[in-house]
């Protein structure tokens, strides 16, 4: 048993019949990442983004916790600025103002002032260092090592010595004996500077301008010791004698 379909006929365009209504033309689909067609205006298309835009977006940025991360121009409203940080000197903890103030304090040995010698640092005596190895220098004698060999030695020398005298009563650190022996240090330097232009035939000379800078550095480093550590008042004279010893062997440094 046969059933009969209707099928439509087929029509096929000709040249001359193009326009007709139920003639469906065929679109190709395009084809993927095709290019688009060069634009007319001069402009680099992977540069054609907004700045603003992105400023913006920039400013809320998603954290990885699902906060919000704001951009430093948010918080201040405008440019950051160097004027708020400390001076780099501060950072390093060296204070030009506080250095003057205590190696001024050295230059009278009669009236030494003890209050601004009761923070101790190391900056001033470093450059004092410095300053003695470079007379030194100039007077054609290298010693670098030695110096700073003896500045150590003689500050634990110093420190042994005090608290051995002082018992359970001394209170003096290392770290304010080293600083004390290195300020102290300055009439040394000035008698280096000096012999520079002492004749060398004049070897009496040598000798006075030495005991004269060793009293006054015996005399400065005694009475800050004495005045900034406890226990040390009555055993004055063996910290004198001590000291005598530290910048004697400083000045033979000098003289020879």
Known sequence: MTKDFAVPPVVFPTGGSSGGANVQQRRFAPIPFQ?????????????????????????TQAGPFGGTISSSSSFGGGSPSFEDEEPLLDELGIHPDQIWKKTRSILN???????????SDLSGPIFLYLALCLFQLLAGKIQFGVI??????????????????????????????????GYCLLPVVVLSAVSLFVPQGAGVVKYVLAGVFVLWSTRACSTLVVSLADGGEEHRGLIAYACFLIYTLFSLLVIF
């Open 148 to 181: 700073l060999g003896w500045i150590v030695v003689s500050s634990i020398f110093l420190y042994v010595v005090f608290n051995m005298l002082a018992g359970r009563n001394g209170n003096l650190n290392l770290h304010t004996c080293t600083s004390l022996v």
């Open 109 to 119: 040995p009669f009236r030494i002032n003890q209050t601004v010698h009761k923070d």
């Open 35 to 59: 290019q688009p067609p060069p634009s007319s205006s001069s402009q680099i298309p992977f540069l054609s983004f907004n700045m603003g835009s992105a400023a913006a977006s920039s400013a």
